[in-house]
């Protein structure tokens, strides 16, 4: 019998992204890969986004390279309520979080992420890799800042979130049991990453460097238009996972480097 292809789940959180979500459903729909479940989870949208949602399901049933597209659409609790939908619902091996705006960066990039996982006798429990951040008509603006390190650790994040997370690709079974926090507004991703690494370490699994990028990230996200906000919350999680001493330290500089930017 002919073993079964690795099963790559996106997740897609829309609300009203009508003028975003074009992009980002391209960026699935055009993949080489077969083996992709794309969840999107959308907020009871009242603009075109579920129009749109639906003429990508209807070109996927006739399309060379099928995939599987779940649609959810009903009112929510934020961002990362919808997001914990989608951890309930992915079937797939690994989940990677794409939102409205955001794409993959190539066309074979889920047949590359895959090809990484099987060359392991044990599937790696994060694949990551660089994130590039682009404009509004998907134009090259620059490499992000945050670079992730050749060997990667939770003890890393200390300095930030060094992988964004749309270039996270999390086993499933580990992210099944590790929900967003839902006490967090902005920055719920980045308690979530370290998480899923600390399960990481505790059972020996390896993070796998993809050495490439992954992703390419819309600039001005939400997270962006609530900067400050965003920085309160990322204080706090620092605070958690590596204690308010390296916490505060961390946020001076983070502060020095925007000045010296500037």
């Known amino acids: 019998m002919a073993k079964q292809p690795i099963k790559i789940t996106v997740a897609t959180v829309t609300y009203n992204a009508g003028a975003l979500i074009a992009k980002t459903i391209s960026s699935v729909e055009q993949q080489d890969y077969p083996a992709v479940e794309h969840l999107i989870i ?3 949208s009242t603009d075109d986004t579920l129009e749109q949602i639906h003429r990508y399901m209807e070109r996927n049933s006739v399309a060379e390279v099928k995939h599987e597209i779940n649609c959810l659409s009903e009112p929510d609790n934020g961002i990362y309520d919808a997001m914990n939908k989608a951890l309930s619902m992915a079937t797939g091996r690994y ?8 794409t993959l960066h190539s066309d074979h ?3 590359d992420v895959a090809a990484l996982a099987e060359q392991r006798s044990t599937h790696p429990a994060v694949i990551y890799g660089h994130t590039d951040i682009v404009g509004s008509n998907g134009e090259f603006l620059r490499h992000r ?3 992730p390190p050749e060997e990667l650790s939770w003890h890393d994040f200390r300095y930030g979130m060094l992988v964004c997370h749309q270039a996270f690709y999390a086993r499933t079974d580990i992210a099944h049991n590790l929900p967003y926090n839902m006490k967090y507004r902005f920055s719920a991703d980045y308690d979530w990453t370290i998480r899923i690494m600390k399960v990481a370490e505790q059972r020996n699994l390896e993070l796998c460097n993809a050495r490439k990028v992954l992703a390419d990230f819309l600039q001005g996200g939400t997270t962006a238009k609530n900067h400050r906000r965003s920085l309160f919350e990322r204080l706090r999680i620092m605070g958690h996972h590596f204690g308010w001493a390296t916490a505060i330290a961390e946020h001076f500089w983070f502060v020095v480097r925007a000045i010296i930017r500037k």
Do not use: P
Request: glycine share 12%.
């Open 42 to 44: 959308d907020g009871n």
């Open 95 to 102: 989940i990677v979080f794409l939102n409205a705006g955001d």
């Open 109 to 111: 990039t889920l047949s």
């Open 145 to 147: 800042r945050l670079e």
